[in-house]
């Protein structure tokens, strides 16, 4: 049962280009988060989706931050245009319902994009 | 607005004895509490949780007290082991959604 998979676990970009990270969630889960950590930073919630359906985007930069969990395949989170600000860990997460109150969100690896 | 405030970035601690991270947060919305552990480079990884329907969680070396009127909560490892070096994040969801809300993180050190 592999965990959450995230890739690629670095992606170097150039400013101006596209970056796209991509999560697979645990198998089973429906429910996927994105998080951001900046150096000496927490993590910060950008946006909670489920299969087709976004949850909750209330994290999310208004502009060039987009997020999709289509009904086959990854969730991809895409930063279009980015700029030196951008660069940071992404972190995807993956839960059942936590609603549940006995679960918990299973975190992937990351992905430290660099924006040079 | 940090809605989940860890106020101690850093906290030292000598092997063997016992080691108490805080956590305050603001949202009275808030329901459903967690630990989590996270190494360099790593993703962050679960600990411990406890529901605001207790006021203490047990797993092993690892405590979770709550305490709901003071709005604060702390994660007590005893004996701390070296191993346990590295940052730990409160995080926090409301009753209403399934989002986790994250402090930000306090790096613990055990030394020998």
């Known amino acids: 049962n592999a965990g959450v998979m995230q890739n690629p676990r670095h992606l170097v970009r150039r400013r101006g280009q596209e970056a796209r990270l991509r999560c697979s969630p645990m198998?089973?889960?429906?429910?996927v988060y994105w998080y951001r950590q900046l150096p000496e930073e927490g993590l910060k919630f950008m946006v909670y989706?489920?299969?087709?359906?976004?949850?909750?985007e209330s994290g999310m930069p208004k502009e060039r931050f987009s997020a999709e969990f289509p009904k086959e395949g990854p969730s991809i989170l895409r930063i279009q245009q980015v700029v030196r600000g951008d660069s940071a860990a992404y972190f995807c997460?993956?839960?059942?319902?936590?609603?549940?109150?006995?679960?918990?969100?299973?975190f992937g690896q990351g992905t430290r994009l660099t924006v040079v | 607005d940090q809605q989940v405030k860890q106020n101690s970035p850093s906290l030292s601690v000598q092997e063997g004895r016992i080691s108490i991270l805080n956590c305050d947060y603001t949202?009275?919305?808030?329901?459903?509490f967690l630990w989590y552990k996270k190494y360099p480079a790593e993703g962050p990884t679960f600990l411990i949780s406890i529901s605001s329907i207790k006021d203490k969680n047990e797993d092993g070396r690892f405590t979770v007290f709550l305490n709901k009127s003071a709005k604060h909560l702390s994660l007590h490892i005893v004996p701390s082991q070296p191993g346990d070096s590295a940052v730990y994040f409160c995080a926090a969801s409301a009753y209403n959604t399934d989002k986790l809300i994250f402090g930000t993180g306090t790096r613990l050190q055990v030394f020998p």
């Open positions: 198998k089973g889960h429906s429910h």
């Open positions: 949202n009275s919305m808030f329901d459903y």
């Open positions: 989706l489920q299969k087709e359906n976004i949850i909750d």
């Open positions: 997460a993956s839960s059942p319902p936590l609603s549940g109150r006995d679960t918990e969100a299973f």
